[in-house]
C-alpha cells in the first residue's frame, strides 16, 4: 500500500515569507500525488497534481511543487505567503482499488500566516 | 452551479439514531466517494462507487451503507450512530483515471450526542 508523510503538523510564517511544506511518499510504482487545501469549514480544493509529466507542477494561488524521486519527496512551496492561504494543506496519492483509484492522505499541515 | 453538493451541512443527533446524508455530482463523473475526516483533520476513505457499483469499501462497519440510485448521487445511510460516528464527512467525484482530480464537497459535519 501506498503511504504519505507529511513533516510537521504546524508551520507558521510571516507574511511575505517563503512557504514550505514537506511531504515524501512511499510507493513502489510510480505514484500520482497530489496538494489539496482546504480553508476552515470547507470541503477541499485541488492546488496541483503530479501525474509523470514535468517534475515541477506550478499550481493555483501561487504555490508549486517539486516531485523528486531520488528523495521520495513532493514538496509544496510558495514564494511569498498571503494572510489568504492560512489554511490546512494535504498531501496525497492516488492508489488504485480494485478498478478505481482513491486517494490516501497525510496528515495535514496546518499553515497560520503571521502580520 | 455547485460541483458537488452535500446535504446536509450538518447533522445532530443521538446515539442510537439512524441518519442518512445525501451527495449529488453535476459533472457528469462516473466515480463518486465517501470519506471520512476525524477530528484531527486525519482523511480517510470509506467507499468508492463507479456508475453505480460499489467498488472499493475499506473495512468501514456495516452500519455504514452507501446507496447510489444513479451516477450522480451517492448518499450515505448511517444506522446505530456511535459517539465514534462523529465527524465531517466528504462526498467527492471524479473520471476513473488515478491521474484525475477528484472535487469534493463542502462536507457534513455529523455530531452524535
Known amino acids: 500500500a501506498q503511504s504519505v508523510t507529511q513533516l510537521g503538523s504546524h508551520v507558521s510564517v510571516s507574511e511575505g515569507a517563503l512557504v514550505l511544506l514537506r511531504c515524501n511518499y512511499s510507493s513502489s510504482v510510480p505514484p500520482y500525488l497530489f496538494w489539496y487545501v482546504q480553508y476552515p469549514n470547507q470541503g477541499l480544493q485541488l492546488l496541483l497534481k503530479y501525474t509523470s509529466a514535468a517534475t515541477l507542477v506550478k499550481g493555483i494561488n501561487g504555490f508549486e511543487a517539486e516531485f523528486k524521486k531520488s528523495e521520495t519527496s513532493f514538496h509544496l512551496t510558495k514564494p511569498s505567503a498571503h494572510m489568504s492561504d492560512a489554511a490546512e494543506y494535504f498531501c496525497?496519492?492516488?492508489?488504485?482499488?480494485?478498478?478505481?483509484?482513491?486517494?490516501?492522505f497525510g496528515k495535514g499541515t496546518l499553515l497560520t500566516v503571521n502580520p | 452551479d455547485t460541483a458537488v453538493s452535500q446535504t446536509p451541512k450538518y447533522l445532530v443527533t443521538q446515539m442510537g439514531n439512524d441518519k442518512s446524508i445525501k451527495c449529488e455530482q453535476n459533472l457528469g463523473h462516473d466515480t463518486m466517494y465517501w470519506y471520512k475526516q476525524d477530528s484531527k483533520k486525519f482523511l480517510k476513505i470509506m467507499f468508492s462507487y463507479n456508475n453505480k457499483e460499489l467498488i472499493i469499501n475499506e473495512t468501514v462497519p456495516n452500519r455504514f451503507s452507501p446507496k447510489s440510485p444513479d451516477k450522480a448521487h451517492l448518499n450515505l445511510h448511517i444506522n446505530s450512530l456511535e459517539l465514534g460516528d462523529s465527524a465531517v464527512y466528504f462526498c467527492?467525484?471524479?473520471?476513473?483515471?488515478?491521474?484525475?482530480?477528484?472535487?469534493f464537497g463542502p462536507g457534513t459535519r455529523l455530531t452524535v450526542l
Open positions: 467527492a467525484s471524479s473520471p476513473p483515471r488515478g491521474t484525475d482530480t477528484q472535487y
Open positions: 496525497a496519492v492516488s492508489e488504485a482499488g480494485g478498478s478505481n483509484y482513491k486517494l490516501t
